[in-house]
């Protein structure tokens, strides 16, 4: 398995605070990517990664942030949690984009209450 | 639009071949066929991808029709544990975005 860890692995918070989950490998991987898994809605791409400092949108990245200041990790920032943003978060890496296979890592899950 | 169209659920015996298909009629001359499949609390898993030709690899075999414009993951031999749910996916050479649908429930009868 690709050495890929999510923490926290699971969090409850209240509407309005901040939140930073936390992708860490260990596989030297160029890319990084957020996604977020809701009923009905399969996986979609919150924020991705080609680099350190270099980030760019996904599908769905309105109320959220990402930084990658090394290349090992990669944070996923929510400024102030709303209720539609709880939902299980993934983060995946890949060799290099394009047709590469992405690996995901565990998933956190996310309550906002 | 990068879509595909897979059929909600499929049911398959334990030890026997199990073929998933999956529709993608608009897809371009430069977009590879992934295949996901994400087990139950667990983030999803590489299967195998394609262009044109028919791969085979240690989990499955992808048949790719002629036109493209649709193909089959095959698991030869199903098992217990290959229950998940199954994505196909249209991917952009030029792109970094993976684009998952519903994808095919299986469930493995004993």
């Known amino acids: 398995d690709a050495g890929i860890t999510q923490s926290p692995r699971h969090k409850v918070t209240e509407t309005g605070t901040p939140v930073t989950l936390r992708c860490h490998q260990t596989?030297?991987?160029?890319?990084m990517y957020w996604y977020r898994q809701d009923p009905g809605h399969g996986l979609r791409l919150i924020h991705y990664s080609y680099g350190v400092k270099d980030t760019d949108k996904g599908e769905v990245s309105d109320g959220y942030s990402v930084s990658r200041s090394k290349t090992e990790d990669f944070l996923l920032t929510l400024e102030s949690a709303t209720s539609s943003q709880t939902s299980v978060y993934f983060c995946?890496?890949?060799?290099?984009?394009?047709?590469?296979?992405?690996?995901f890592g565990p998933g956190t899950r996310l309550t906002v209450t | 639009d990068a879509k595909t169209t897979q059929p909600n659920s499929m049911e398959s015996n334990e030890e026997e071949p199990v073929h998933l298909p999956c529709n993608h009629s608009?897809?371009?001359?430069?977009?590879?066929i992934h295949w996901y499949r994400q087990l139950p609390s667990q983030g999803p898993e590489y299967v195998i991808h394609g262009l044109t030709s028919n791969v085979n690899n240690r989990m499955a075999s992808l048949a790719i029709a002629e036109d493209r414009k649709s193909s089959t993951l095959i698991l030869h031999r199903a098992t217990l544990r290959d229950a998940a749910v199954y994505y196909c996916i249209r991917h952009n050479n030029a792109g970094n975005m993976l684009t998952f649908g519903g994808g095919t429930r299986l469930m493995v009868k004993p």
């Open positions: 608009t897809i371009s001359g430069t977009d590879y």
């Open positions: 596989e030297n991987h160029r890319y």
């Open positions: 995946a890496i890949s060799d290099s984009g394009g047709n590469y296979e992405q690996y």
